[in-house]
């Protein structure tokens, strides 16, 4: 409750000064104010329902507005307090007196502190009644000196504390109790229990270390004694008391580069960091191991439990007046700064803070107050935290104004996977259940991926069955359209043959070889075909086309191309889905007049339409008169045409030039049909420009239409993402990798990382059947990555794999031990001498003494294991150890060793290793050795040992 002035300062405040200094709750009643200014004055807050044509604020008014429908009224005041005020600090049980006797101690320049009372009190000296212009009692340090800081304790309202400034001989930190007497002239020195023992708590030789005791005669006749002095000829520039810290425990800024935490109840040294920032020291009330201190306008935060360094250091832009924990929210922090017209508010994640070693997440917002009291000129000098309603701060405008600062509460909504979402408001929890029509209105993909999940969605055998569960989504009906359509074109082997083994959904980029280069050489013949299917077609000119076989293999991906039998499938599936104007137009790309007119007719009887009859009676007429009628009239009306293809169909009969660009540009095409239509009438260069730049665009637009041009090849995990990205569709990502992508990219990482997704979503559903139908997908497709090996024998020096350069070698290449000496993978056997990583030599032989460096088992390479593979080395030649002793070495060498002897091998050991299995002597003869090597290829055999074996 105490102010001290400009944090970083520490200058006084005269009486002379603004109007306001600093503003301050009263404990106990949350609608009473003091301002403490040229004079003391205490306010109650009110609602005004009356007019807001109220007169000006400003000092000696009877009342403050301070928002639009409230104010501040006057209800008493200290008019002649002390002079040059330095700090204020309410009694914490102002609120309990029965009288409302509202006291308040005031620190000023001189280091007087004056307890005050804004009842008028009187004493009687010589039998006359004084008047003590509202004064009850007042303090002193021995010395002149400035207090800085005042502060109440929190428990015991009898007593508080207050910081000097240097002087020889003082102490920065005075402990004083309002009970205590003033000290008779003459008397003796109080002893050190009884002033010790005056405050809860205080061991009674505390003072013994932090007080110097001084001459009686020395001070004047109304000195009261501390009951405790701290810091010996030092400087507290800010202090706060810790209530939930050991008991009242003080935590000050001194000497301009220390923070000290004094434990009152004990003899030990304070805590002690180094820090400039000793200005504004307080506690969190919720977390008392929580200090945030000032300089200039770095804001720090500690924990007095790792003292060493600040948690976390807030640069703000200017230098910080006044700083102050919320009383009612824990973790949040708010300051003014001396250049902004706004208050910062830092909000310290609990959640984060007490990560060990981790960085606390700290958000930071602005926020002002009733804009007719702030100016954008003016900036806030104070403020106060309402002690009750954790949404209002009252806090001084400019010096002279008062504004009310309502804190909007931060959200932090918590979204479960079933679809509820729950936030804190009030001191209330409120939540959306997934039966709200929030839902139906966000249009949340999560609850359309469940419902999609619980109907097989990506499990049908027919992949153009899954377009039947989001036929919300053009793009993905496209791209699962044009996985069924490719798929029966690899059925066809004549295609199927033109491509690498390894492709399983191609793309027009792959048959046309971009992907290896982007300006790949197509080659293409050159053709002038002539009109067919009208009586005039002789007398119209020949049109240029392009043709090669990877143009062809390209325009049969994207749906059609010249062949009659390609034309006819394509013709046929449009005017199944009432698609006439695409058919009629795609007849005319293909210079199939009749076929067009033919359309024309099966649509106007079977749907009627003056359009099309129009277009019919323009299409019967069509001539390549370039000073026609015909062709001037198709110019000048068919861009009113709404139908994109019929407008792309009369800008092909009436261009000129073999300029094609207003129909590969037209967006409403559809983008395969654009694309068949510039593979056959677009040279090889412009071709490869305008397939990159669609290319590009699909990218930029997350549009799954795209797979036609990449096919399902590494270049589609970039479309996937992005296409992730913007819809957060991770189903569709995850089925489309599966149903479609070569198995060598499945077993990326980034298409692993969409399964492992998939799978976590599906198990936070608790859909485990959906979840297994999946993984068994995975496995069909030969994208299950294979697990790392998890067991492994261990170096006994540095604890990696004694085998590390033989994990992972997937090419026959690396299956060659490159990493091994030359000298060995000469030998028959191949054997390590040292450990790989350390290079230390591994165990030796009990029997031979030579390193047990021979690998075990099989020769791992990038084929799947056969039963006939190499062995790498023989049963005799793994190494075994005893687990009594765990001395061991090559089987075969034990083996040959027991048969003679029962004790250990090596010398020095009586561990009878035979004997401590007698069932092993009943085990039968295998790999020509006896029953004692058969125990010992069990102990061989284990992949992981309980100890590893000695040397």
Known sequence: MATPGPLAGGSAAPATGPAIASVHWVPGLPDHVVLCSADLQLFRWRSDPGPLDAPPVHYGSRHHRIAEREVLLIEKQIPEPPNYIKCVSIHPRAGDAPSGDIRLAVGQANGRISLLSFLETSVVENGEAEMRHHVVKEFGSKLVRACNAVHWHPTDERKFAAG??????????????????????????LNTSQSSSTLPGLASSFSDRFRKTSAVDDLPEDYVRPVVELGPSEHCHSFTWAPNLNNGSLIAGMNNKQIRVFDLRTNTSPLITYTRAVYGVCVDPFLASRVASVHENSVMIWDTRNFEKPIVTLNQSSRVLHMEWSPTRAGLLCSAEEANPYLTLHDIQSWAFMIEDGEPAVTERQIQGWSEADSPDERYTSFAWHPTDESQILAVVG?????????????????????????PFG????????????????????????MRALKNYGKCPSLADNQEFVADSPSLIAAWQWLHHCGRLMEDLSFKNKLSKDTTFPGVRTVLGMERSPSAMLRADINYLSWSGCASSNNLKQRKVYKSEPREHAQRICGWSMDPNDLGSFVKLCEEKKQFSRAVAVAVFCLELGMASRILEKCISDEGGSILSIVKISLAGFNEDKNGSWRETVRSSFEQLEDCYLRAMFAFLSTDNDNYSAIINDQALEIGDRIAFSCLYLSDEKLISTLSGLWMATLDGSDLKGLLLCGMTRDTLDLLQRYLDSTGDIQSVSWLSVRGLPPYVGLEDQVQNWFQCYRDLLNAWEMWSCRANFDIAIQKAHMQAKPPQQVFVSCNFCGKSVAQHLKGMPTKDEAKFASLNRQATSKRHIRAQACPACRKPLQKCAVCLLTMGTHSGK???????????????????????????RHGGHVSHLAEWFEKYVECPVTGCVCKCSALDPASFQIPMENGLNGMASRLALTAASPLPPSSPKQ
């Open 164 to 189: 000097y400034e240097k002087q020889r001989h003082g102490h920065a930190i005075l402990i004083f109790d309002t009970d205590r007497e003033p000290t008779p002239p003459g008397s003796a020195s």
């Open 399 to 423: 010096g002279e104004k008062l504004s009310k600062i309502h804190v909007t509460e931060r959200i932090s909504p918590s979204w479960s996977a079933n679809h509820c979402l729950i936030w």
């Open 427 to 450: 001191g209330k929890l409120r939540s959306f259940s997934q039966k709200s029509s929030l839902f139906a209105n966000l249009q949340d993909i999560s609850v359309d991926m469940q």
């Open 859 to 885: 020769l791992v390479t990038g084929q799947p294991l056969r039963e006939d593979a190499p062995i790498m080395s023989e049963f005799g030649e793994f190494f075994s150890w005893c687990q009594n002793c």
